[in-house]
């Protein structure tokens, strides 16, 4: 189990990540903490991996906090979470570590993929004393996203998947079938179908079955997001 520490000195908002962290499997919230100064206390008398750190709080700053954490040489891994997207405050944060730098108001399957990627990459460090090449390019590139590059080099186009998608999330209020995507689109059907079965593999969209007139079925799609 991954044990972390929610530093965040709005309540409505550390409750928010902190339900958002234990949704995620794998994961549990040992402590929060409001300022930097209970989050430095916290971090002494508690086994921590991750701290997910808002950059500006009062007493000590995420940032302040952050240098720190690094001085004492702790084995604690930081997402920094903040409204600054100053490339000032990136390159420190990547100078000192950060493993993810979110920006608010930021939506749940983002801090999601952040979560996932993290425990992907402790879990393949922890269990293999050594790594080859195409691991450590996983570490990097980001593993979230293995499967799908998998089945886009077996013939799908992330051009095409990302236009498709678009498409859907503009219409996510609706059932649409892949006559009217392909139509709208222009791209056959055919093709059109073949990302929808992937996206729904995904767990990106979700499929429903209507019967006519007829009895004969006709498949309607609806865009979900992620599964969470």
Avoid: W
């Avoid at 958002?20 to 209970?38: L, S, Y």
């Avoid at 808002?54 to 954490?69: A, I, Q, T």
């Avoid at 993929?113 to 990459?121: A, E, I, P, V």
């Avoid at 009217?180 to 729904?200: A, F, N, P």
């Amino acid at each position: 189990m991954i044990r972390v520490l929610v530093v965040e000195d709005d309540p409505m908002l550390a409750e928010l990540n902190r339900r958002f962290v234990e949704k995620i499997d794998g994961f549990t919230v040992v402590d929060v903490a409001n300022n930097g100064e209970i989050a430095i206390k916290k971090l002494n008398n508690n086994k921590i991996d991750l701290v997910i750190l808002d950059v500006y709080m009062p007493k000590v700053d995420g940032m302040e906090l952050f240098r720190r954490v690094r001085k004492q040489n702790k084995m604690v891994d930081f997402i920094l979470v903040t409204a600054a997207n100053d490339t000032d405050k990136i390159k420190e944060a990547l100078k000192l570590g950060a493993v993810d730098y979110l920006v608010k108001p930021f939506e749940f399957d983002r801090l999601k993929k952040s979560l996932l990627n993290y425990k992907l990459r402790k879990n393949l460090l922890v269990k293999k004393p050594f790594v080859s090449q195409e691991e450590i390019d996983k570490l990097f590139i980001g593993v979230c996203k293995e499967k799908q590059e998998k089945e886009i080099k077996k013939g799908l186009h992330q051009l095409t998947l990302n236009r498709i998608i678009s498409f859907l999330k503009e219409n996510k209020e609706e059932l649409l079938s892949s006559e009217i995507i392909s139509e709208k689109l222009g791209m056959s059907k055919v093709t059109i179908r073949r990302y929808l079965d992937y996206l729904e593999d995904m767990g990106s969209v979700e499929k429903k079955i209507e019967y006519g007139s007829r009895g004969r079925p006709s498949y309607q799609y609806i865009y979900i997001n992620e599964k969470k």
